[in-house]
């Protein structure tokens, strides 16, 4: 695990909270990974990011096999939903922590996305702390 994301886990209590940016909950520290935001991987060394984009104003913490596939799916199928959870995963790491409100304002994106794409959506990716 990148000293980045044991970083960012720490700083969010990501472990007390047992959930990350997108209110998916986890069992083990190892199953969480950091989720490029603002540059995405494969742009960081063209841009001159240092460690290929690894840097805490760049990411959210996200659990691997459930939030951070899950978004990446929704990036290929509808960006407009895809840019709206990261706008508030974004909004998350600016103010240093992650906020009720902004759990909620992403479990609606994801409601949208499981409504319009649910032949793509897997019955892990439903299960999540916010569900309206």
Not at 11 to 30: A, C, P, Q, V
Not at 56 to 71: D, F, K, P, V
Not at 114 to 129: A, G, H, I
Request: neutral net charge.
């Amino acid at each position: 695990m990148r000293d980045v994301t044991k970083l960012m886990i720490n700083k969010y209590k990501i472990l007390d909270l047992g959930f990350d940016f997108m209110g998916y909950s986890f069992k083990k520290e190892n199953e969480l990974s950091f989720h490029h935001l603002i540059i995405p991987k494969r742009l960081c060394k063209v841009k001159n990011i240092n460690d290929d984009g690894y840097v805490e104003w760049n990411g959210a913490i996200l659990r691997q096999s459930t939030s951070h596939n899950y978004l990446h799916l929704i990036e290929r199928y509808d960006r407009d939903i895809f840019l709206k959870i990261t706008g508030e995963m974004i909004d998350e790491n600016l103010r240093g922590n992650i906020d009720i409100d902004n759990l909620k304002n992403i479990d609606d994106a994801l409601c949208n996305f499981e409504k319009e794409y649910s032949n793509l959506v897997k019955d892990e990716y439903t299960k999540r702390l916010i569900r309206r």
